[in-house]
């Protein structure tokens, strides 16, 4: 009885090694016939000894058959090539027009900008300024001054955003 178990456990396993072994059969058969080594793999594996009788009745292929295939290769990949360094300049220009577009947005933002600010110091020039107090505060309070006068809007907005919670 243990005999017969230890039996069937080697034919699990060599089964596979064997059937295993066709693949290689196949690549070798298929390198000497200038083939593709993945057909003879394939066909060993899948069809184990038939497979490796089948890759051995395909011809052989001609030099020229192999060279003509190279040279196909070569095109495929010279063109894939090409189309890559296309693509990549398509990317660069359309990179660089993005750049010049964001370039220009920044510009009219920064002249909005300074055209706010510009409205803003006149404002705060006729506003504060041109009152009497604040002159006649002392040097030491003006800023004090100008900075709660900033200060106060952010401060009520920040009261509502909070109290909107």
Do not use: H
């Not at 058969?29 to 593709?36: P, V």
């Not at 300049?89 to 055209?115: G, H, P, S, T, Y």
Request: hydrophobic fraction near 45%.
């Amino acid at each position: 009885m243990r005999e017969d178990r230890t039996r069937r456990l080697e034919m699990w396993i060599l089964t596979p090694l064997i059937w295993l072994s066709f693949a290689g059969y196949g690549y070798w058969i298929a390198t000497i016939k200038r083939r593709n080594p993945g057909e003879g793999v394939l066909y060993g594996l899948l069809l184990g000894p038939l497979g490796c009788v089948v890759e051995a009745c395909l011809r052989e292929r001609a030099p020229e058959e192999i060279e003509e295939e190279r040279t196909r290769r070569q095109e495929e990949a010279k063109a894939r090539l090409e189309e890559e360094r296309d693509r990549q300049a398509a990317l660069r220009a359309d990179a660089i027009l993005r750049r010049q577009e964001a370039q220009v947005r920044a510009d009219a933002a920064r002249v909005r900008r300074a055209d706010a600010f510009g409205r803003f110091s006149d404002w705060f020039d006729r506003a504060v300024l041109k009152f009497g107090w604040y002159r006649g505060l002392p040097e030491v309070v003006q800023p004090i001054v100008i900075g709660l006068l900033v200060a106060l809007p952010l401060v009520v907005v920040m009261i509502l955003v909070f109290r909107g919670r």
